[in-house]
């Protein structure tokens, strides 16, 4: 680990050249893809987070009292505690990777090349990955976990308000590495709270093989102009539904709360629901009566052609006015927007202008309705009379994903393992010559 006092007492280049050697180094040195070795670095990992947890969360309850204490938002709070509940689901995570391992390192099929040979696609790893990423320690997890099972080098770089997390995570994860037969250095995660470190490192393409950032639009955006190295961006999540006159409406309610209530700040939570004007008034009731049966706290920002009910005290729900800058908006609360539309043409106009192409969705009875949607709206996913939360690489049964890509190269969509190696063709020439 690279800690902050190291950073402060030498040349940013300098630390960065440190860290970039150590990971292609050891990179060198791993064993080929496919060894034994990485699947018991996914035991060893599982076994190790429980051995320190009590440390771990020791390290989270310093980083929670400190964000608490600069007056963070509770839902960014929230995103930086550790409960025992984390720890099950990266256990979890391990053993599902673990399983997986074997699919994405299945011997792919010979390719019959004419009649002299046979070609093969072999999988190889991408090589070191930098991952940059906003204050969620289960990342840090994520980010030591799935790179590593496919055979790449990984630098970690998380947000300042979960750097003794991560240190304390950085801990176990060295000691898992070691005890599977890995080269330590596979993993580094950086404590650098200046972000000098991190400029240095992103002016190397040289060294990094792939950039994957995941956070904020601005932090993507920051990462796509700042550096050269190839991106796979996990874009902001300023998701949509759009509400057709031919929505059940009941069903539209409970898909509206299940899309932003229980992860309000989630890239797939709703932010924007569009609806059919001459519904909009039984659609907004509809949410409203499902809040209180399931007592869930929602904001709703009304566009003023939309008349409010009147507040009741005790409703776990509240209207207020939607403001031009609520459009585009990651509201990272439980708050959505409504905004009465013409129709479907007018739905994907505005998603167009204002979406991240990460996660839509139309409600709507209608086949035609929800084909047109589809074919309109460019989205790494559409989910059609679903939760925008529906799109998840377990869920959707794809395997364990690191980020949900936006992009249009390479991958879209979960990035599971399949998509954290590359190709080698072999092809068995058996003396073949080409004239």
Same mark, same amino acid.
């Given at each position: ?5 190291? +950073? /402060? ?10 860290? $970039?050697?150590?990971?292609?180094? =050891?990179?060198?040195? /791993? ?38 204490? !600069?007056? $963070?938002? &509770?839902?960014?709070?929230?995103? #930086? ?14 053993? *599902?990777?673990?399983?997986? @391992? %074997?699919?994405? @390192? ?33 990342? +840090? ?5 799935? &790179? ?27 000691? *898992?590495?070691?005890?599977?037969? #890995? ?49 796979? =961006?996990?874009?902001? %999540? ?46 907004? /009731? ?15 920002? $009304? ?15 509240? +209207? ?6 609520? @459009? ?13 539309? &013409? ?20 409600? *709507? ?9 589809? !074919? ?29 890509? +936006? ?12 998509? $954290? ?15």
């Amino acid at each position: 680990m690279v800690t902050a006092t190291q +950073t /402060a007492a030498v040349n940013p280049q300098d630390t960065a050249d440190a860290v $970039l050697r150590r990971a292609r180094t =050891a990179f060198d040195a /791993a064993p080929p893809l496919g060894d034994a070795a990485y699947a018991r670095y996914c035991r060893e990992l599982a076994a190790r987070l429980k051995e320190h947890w009590p440390d771990i969360q020791d390290a989270n309850r310093a980083d929670i009292a400190r964000a608490e204490m !600069r007056g $963070l938002p &509770p839902t960014l709070v929230d995103r #930086l505690r550790l409960t025992d509940v984390h720890l099950e689901r990266m256990v979890e995570l391990t053993c *599902a990777v673990e399983r997986e @391992l %074997g699919t994405v @390192l299945a011997d792919a099929p010979g390719i019959p090349a004419g009649d002299w040979g046979v070609l093969r696609s072999v999988p190889k790893p991408l090589g070191v990955a930098l991952m940059i990423y906003e204050a969620r320690p289960t990342v +840090t997890v994520d980010g030591a976990l799935l &790179p590593i099972a496919v055979g790449n080098a990984v630098l970690l770089r998380g947000g300042k308000e979960s750097a003794r997390t991560d240190a304390a995570l950085a801990a176990a994860v060295e000691e *898992a590495l070691t005890s599977a037969g #890995l080269p330590a250095g596979l993993v580094t995660v950086l404590e650098d709270p200046d972000r000098s470190l991190m400029k240095a490192v992103l002016a190397r393409p040289d060294q990094v093989d792939v950039l994957i950032p995941r956070g904020s639009p601005s932090l993507i955006e920051y990462c796509r102009t700042a550096s050269s190295i190839p991106l796979i =961006a996990s874009g902001g %999540g300023v998701n949509h539904l759009y509400v057709h006159r031919s929505a059940d409406l009941a069903l539209a309610a409970r898909v509206t709360l299940n899309s932003k209530v229980p992860e309000p700040a989630g890239c797939t939570s709703v932010e924007m629901v569009l609806v059919d004007q001459e519904i909009a008034p039984d659609y907004l /009731a509809a949410v409203l009566a499902e809040c209180e049966r399931q007592n869930a706290p929602l904001t709703i920002r $009304l566009d003023s052609s939309i008349a409010g009910p009147a507040a009741r005290d005790g409703m776990p729900w509240r +209207t207020e006015p939607l403001e031009p800058h609520d @459009l585009g908006r990651e509201f990272l609360d439980p708050v959505i927007g409504l905004r009465p539309i &013409p129709g479907l043409a007018a739905a994907a106009e505005h998603i167009r202008a204002y979406g991240s192409r990460h996660t839509e969705g139309v409600l *709507a009875q209608d086949p035609a309705t929800a084909a047109q949607f589809a !074919r309109l709206v460019d989205a790494a996913m559409i989910v059609v009379n679903g939760s925008l939360r529906l799109h998840d690489g377990p869920k959707l049964g794809l395997g364990s994903e690191i980020s949900i890509a +936006t992009g249009r190269l390479h991958v879209r969509g979960p990035v599971t393992l399949g998509a $954290l190696v590359t190709t080698t063709w072999v092809i068995e020439a058996n003396g073949e010559l080409r004239g």
